[in-house]
């Protein structure tokens, strides 16, 4: 099968690779019908992540069509068309009992991490009956890649974690798919106000078309005086970090109100400084999460309500050949406008 593989710090390549087989009685093996790329997969490539290694097939979103199930899988048989959620939760572990599914001790974010991932025809599932989800007739397989991982981790990691309440100010720091996905969910509450930052204005223009109330492009490093004014001097109640680099938790560390939230998603690879000299006395609360998928139900019957069109985020299509080109794409989508790319396989 065909197969987007991670080869070191700035390298990959589409390779011909071994179809995978099932490996423990609670695998599937999924035909990926449809993947994308994730922010997540340019700090692989970026050398942020060292769990992953060279040889790693990449991806941890999709959906599919069950090829062959072990024999303690009782959810799913061949045939069944699924969701593959970015996370893989055994249910039964402490972490899982706790919905912590991200730390689950038999697996977490391990897709296209610490075993191969979704960028190819086929990929094994492990936990299958409690890591995948059944895709409802008629439902939009497209609309459905966006909630593998996108919408529960700009949910979870960023409105949730990050207290959004009705009548409150957000600021989310970085318009990618994941802090779009936040502006979207974000909505679910009601705030009165959310600022968008970034430093793409076409993402930002994307922004106000997905209900942020005011942008701000950071290019002029003076986005902090650009929040005070917008807020009387106050800062947020809730700053989402969405980009992952420490300039932009930095930033949420100075627009955050007294009594507010810094919810991190990014993924950081070097250290940002935690100004405590002048935090200590904010009552302020530094909120860190790696998605659970907890909230993956729910998006499910949001979506099926068109409550939200998270369809709205995919700007290109690609073959799995054309997946170089599509990474290219992703990857410089301030001359591109990309936001998420669809690779049909
Ligand atoms: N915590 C989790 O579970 C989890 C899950 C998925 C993704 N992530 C992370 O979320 C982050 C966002 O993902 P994405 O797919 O949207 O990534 P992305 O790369 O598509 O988007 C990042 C955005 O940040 C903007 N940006 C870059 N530098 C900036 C700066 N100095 N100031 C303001 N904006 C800046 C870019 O223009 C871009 O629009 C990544 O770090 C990703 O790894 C975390
Ligand atoms: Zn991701
Ligand atoms: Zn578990």
């Given at each position: 099968m065909?197969?987007?593989?991670?080869?070191?710090?700035?390298?990959?390549?589409?390779?011909?690779?071994?179809k995978p087989?099932?490996?423990a009685?609670?695998?599937?093996?999924?035909?990926?019908?449809?993947?994308?790329?994730?922010g997540t997969?340019?700090?692989?490539?970026?050398?942020?992540v060292?769990?992953?290694?060279?040889?790693?097939?990449?991806g941890?979103?999709g959906v599919g069509?069950?090829?062959?199930v072990?024999?303690a899988?009782?959810?799913?048989?061949?045939?069944?068309?699924?969701l593959?959620s970015?996370i893989?939760a055994?249910?039964?572990?402490d972490?899982?009992r706790?919905?912590?599914?991200?730390?689950?001790?038999?697996?977490?974010?391990?897709?296209?991490?610490s075993?191969?991932?979704t960028?190819?025809?086929?990929?094994?599932i492990p936990?299958?009956d409690?890591?995948?989800?059944?895709?409802?007739?008629?439902a939009d397989?497209?609309?459905?890649?966006?909630?593998?991982?996108?919408l529960?981790?700009?949910?979870e990691c960023?409105?949730?974690?990050?207290?959004?309440?009705?009548?409150s100010?957000?600021?989310?720091?970085?318009?990618?798919p994941?802090?779009l996905?936040?502006?979207?969910?974000?909505q679910?509450y009601a705030?009165?106000e959310?600022?968008?930052?970034?430093?793409?204005?076409?993402r930002?223009?994307?922004?106000?078309?997905f209900?942020?109330?005011?942008?701000?492009?950071?290019?002029?490093?003076?986005?902090v005086?650009?929040?005070m004014k917008?807020?009387?001097?106050i800062?947020?109640?809730?700053?989402i970090e969405?980009?992952?680099?420490?300039?932009?938790?930095e930033?949420?560390?100075?627009?955050?109100?007294?009594?507010?939230?810094i919810?991190?998603?990014?993924?950081?690879?070097?250290?940002?400084?935690?100004?405590?000299?002048?935090?200590?006395?904010?009552?302020i609360?530094?909120?860190t999460?790696?998605?659970d998928?907890?909230s993956?139900?729910?998006l499910l019957?949001?979506l099926?309500?068109n409550?939200?069109?998270?369809?709205?985020?995919?700007?290109?299509?690609?073959?799995?050949?054309?997946i170089?080109?599509?990474?290219?794409t992703?990857?410089?989508?301030?001359?591109t406008?990309?936001?998420k790319?669809i690779?049909?396989a």
């Amino acid at each position: 099968m065909k197969a987007l593989v991670y080869l070191g710090p700035s390298h990959k390549a589409l390779e011909e690779r071994p179809k995978p087989a099932l490996a423990a009685p609670s695998d599937a093996i999924v035909q990926i019908t449809r993947t994308t790329i994730c922010g997540t997969d340019l700090h692989i490539l970026k050398g942020d992540v060292p769990a992953c290694l060279p040889g790693r097939i990449l991806g941890h979103e999709g959906v599919g069509i069950v090829e062959a199930v072990g024999a303690a899988v009782t959810a799913f048989k061949p045939g069944d068309r699924v969701l593959i959620s970015c996370i893989s939760a055994c249910g039964k572990c402490d972490y899982c009992r706790k919905l912590m599914y991200s730390h689950c001790t038999t697996g977490g974010w391990i897709l296209g991490n610490s075993i191969d991932g979704t960028q190819a025809e086929f990929v094994r599932i492990p936990h299958a009956d409690t890591s995948l989800y059944p895709i409802p007739d008629g439902a939009d397989e497209e609309a459905l890649v966006m909630l593998s991982d996108i919408l529960p981790t700009g949910f979870e990691c960023g409105v949730l974690n990050g207290k959004v309440q009705p009548g409150s100010t957000v600021a989310i720091v970085g318009a990618g798919p994941i802090g779009l996905a936040a502006l979207l969910t974000a909505q679910f509450y009601a705030p009165a106000e959310i600022i968008m930052i970034d430093l793409d204005s076409n993402r930002l223009d994307l922004a106000k078309g997905f209900g942020a109330t005011t942008t701000i492009n950071s290019a002029d490093g003076r986005a902090v005086e650009a929040v005070m004014k917008q807020t009387d001097g106050i800062g947020v109640d809730t700053a989402i970090e969405a980009v992952g680099i420490p300039a932009t938790f930095e930033l949420c560390e100075e627009i955050v109100a007294p009594g507010g939230t810094i919810a991190n998603i990014g993924v950081h690879g070097t250290k940002a400084a935690l100004h405590l000299e002048r935090l200590w006395d904010r009552n302020i609360t530094i909120a860190t999460r790696l998605v659970d998928t907890v909230s993956t139900p729910m998006l499910l019957k949001v979506l099926r309500s068109n409550k939200i069109d998270p369809k709205r985020l995919i700007t290109h299509r690609f073959k799995l050949n054309q997946i170089l080109e599509a990474y290219e794409t992703f990857g410089h989508a301030a001359y591109t406008g990309a936001l998420k790319v669809i690779i049909e396989a």
